[in-house]
Every structure is written in C-alpha cells, then in structure tokens.
C-alpha cells in the first residue's frame, strides 16, 4: 500500500525557517517524481515545487522561488522542502504527491500544517 | 504561465442530477488535464487523468472529456457521498497548476 507521511510543520515567526519532511512507502520511491502542493486555510489548491525522480529536474512557483528548496533522499525514500524567509502568506497546509508518469500527482499524504505568525 | 479557469465556482444539485463543471486553459494543453475531488479537511483524490481516463476504482458515474483549451467534467447521478470541491489541475512537464475549484454540494 502506497503511504506518504509529511511531518514538521508547526508554528513559525515571519522570517523563520521550516523544514518539511515526507516519508514514503509501499513503492519504488526512486522510479517516481514528487510533488510538494499547499492549502491556505479556507484556499484551493496550489502547486509549489516538483522533484524528478533523479532530482536533475526541480521546479517552483514562483510564489517560493528562492525561498523554498525541494529535494530527495532516495536511499531514505524521503522529500524534503526547506522552507526559508517565511511569509504570513506561505501559511497553509503542505501535501506531498506522487507524480505518475511525470504527470498526474496520484497519491497524496494527509498534510501538515504550517503557520507562520508572530 | 498557463492560468486555469472553472465553472461554476459552486452549485447545488438533487441526488440523481446530472453535474457538470468546465475548466478552461490559456493555452492549448492537450489532453493533459486531470481532475481531483477534496473532502473537508482531507488530502485530494485523483477522479481522471489525461482529461478523460479514469482512475482506477473511481465510480463510473465520474466521467472527463475535451482536449485543447475546453475540459468539462460530468458526475452522470450526483450521490450524496459526491459532496465535495472539485478541482482541474493541468501538468507541463513537472509545472502544475489549478484551476480555482468547484464546491458542490446537494439541494
């Protein structure tokens, strides 16, 4: 059974650092691409970053480009997303997603909060 | 950047009416259109991908269709278990993006 666990969000000041993690299981997490999608509370659905399968292709809005970092360890069957120079705006429940094919998140994890306040 | 439209943002329906939401594209994507459906306060199923497949153990009554810039999706017998907001979401190798989302709920 496909599983993807996120963990670390929390509560952060504006200007602080998160990291965000994502724990996968039940497949071959070095065959697939990675998806990071975020939630504002009450929002629809936004697409923030995206990692091949390789990490030789990263992409991201650019709502968190050059804030933001994605990455992979695929001897852990882990992603990441190092969140940095955080906004009130960046508050949101964050997703991680496999990426089918390199085109349709498939499995999704349940989320984790952050929010970013003083 | 490619933007996404959808309509109606929200609408009401019997059970057993027939619903249907577009989404639209800036640009031509092709077929590559996939559509979710989000329950409160839980993570986004895959329903149809590539604008017209269905999701395997997704319920026949969900169905996509259209190609290009002009998507529509079409739940053929709403049940109340299909409460929900639905979202298109187009792919670009690796880009994604959204449309606003459709709230559906019953009458």
């Known amino acids: 059974e496909v599983q993807l666990v996120e963990s670390g969000g929390g509560l952060v000041k504006p200007g602080g650092s998160l990291r965000l993690s994502c724990a996968a299981s039940g497949f071959t997490f070095s065959s697939y691409s990675m998806n990071w999608v975020r939630q504002a509370p009450g929002k629809g659905l936004e697409w923030v970053s995206s990692?091949?399968?390789?990490?030789?292709?990263?992409y991201y809005a650019d709502s968190v480009k050059g804030r933001f970092t994605i990455s992979r360890d695929n001897a852990k069957n882990s992603l990441y997303l190092q969140m940095n120079s955080l906004r009130a705006e960046d508050t949101a429940v964050y997703y991680c997603a496999r990426v089918f094919a390199s085109s349709w998140p498939d499995y999704w994890g349940q989320g984790t909060l952050v929010t970013v306040s003083s | 950047d490619i933007q996404m439209t959808q309509s109606p943002s929200s609408l009401s329906a019997s059970v057993g009416d027939r619903v249907t939401i577009t989404c639209q594209a800036s640009?031509?994507?092709?077929?590559?259109l996939n559509w979710y459906q989000q329950k409160p306060g839980k993570a986004p199923k895959l329903l149809i991908y590539?604008?017209?497949n269905l999701e395997t153990g997704v319920p026949s009554r969900f169905s996509g269709s259209g190609s290009g810039t002009d998507f529509t999706f079409t739940i053929s017998s709403l049940q109340p278990e299909d409460i929900a907001t639905y979202y298109c979401q187009q792919y670009d190798n690796l880009r994604f993006t959204f449309g606003p989302g459709t709230k559906v709920d019953i009458k």
């Open positions: 640009q031509d994507i092709s077929n590559s």
């Open positions: 990692i091949s399968s390789n990490s030789n292709y990263i």
């Open positions: 590539d604008a017209s």
